[in-house]
């Protein structure tokens, strides 16, 4: 399973956007299996609430979307482990789908019974309290199709939750931050937009 790692140009691509961002969770093919990469990365929100951080949102690409996703919407968590909003870039969402199998035999195993495959599909967690969602993807990627974004958007919108969705044509998997990529590269403008919007709700909360 690979999950980007957010590197110093993410991460100072954040600060010129006006917000901060750290890794959390940077293991990169990886054989762990669910739901130890969840447990790792809501430790980390939770380590991040008790310094008195106030919003906090979970940024990831390609399986490490799934696992941003999860951190967003699956049972379980605690107060101090609540996410604020999702940005999720080419993400696997669905366990159930017969794409990109790959990263379900590493996360999930090659027994995962239908009901651990449900469980952990993006698009069958969301409920009407679920946070916001920025999801972007290209039409052209071969590795994880737009179908995956497709389904969770649906979801969505099925259930009232404040969504954002940009599906550019042209790029292959993997572009990250999509600097020279054409028209993908405006994901992250869009995105740090879309961020501020959510803080300023917030405050109006």
Excluded at 129 to 145: C, G, K, N, Q, R
Aim: hydrophobic share 40%; aromatic share 6%.
């Amino acid at each position: 399973m690979r999950r980007t790692r957010p590197t110093k140009a993410s991460r100072s691509r954040g600060g010129s956007e006006g917000w901060a961002s750290r890794p959390a969770c940077s293991s990169t093919r990886s054989r762990v299996r669910h739901p130890a990469p969840l447990n790792a990365l809501r430790a980390e929100i939770r380590r991040l609430r008790e310094g008195d951080s106030t919003q906090i949102g979970v940024i990831g690409f390609s399986a490490g979307g799934h696992l941003a996703g999860l951190a967003a919407l699956a049972d379980g968590a605690d107060a101090d482990e609540a996410v604020d909003f999702a940005v999720l870039g080419y993400a696997i969402t669905s366990m159930e789908t017969g794409t990109y199998r790959p990263a379900r035999l590493i996360l999930l195993g090659e027994d995962a019974t239908p009901e651990l495959r449900r469980a952990t599909s993006l698009d069958a967690l969301v409920t009407p309290s679920s946070p916001p969602f920025f999801l972007w993807h290209t039409a052209e990627d071969a590795y994880v199709p737009p179908e995956h974004t497709y389904r969770l958007a649906a979801s969505l919108a099925a259930h009232n939750v404040p969504h954002a969705v940009h599906v550019f044509a042209h790029g292959p998997h993997g572009l990250g931050l999509a600097d020279g990529a054409g028209d993908a590269a405006a994901w992250t403008t869009l995105a740090a937009s879309w961020i501020r919007e959510q803080s300023q709700l917030a405050v109006r909360r």
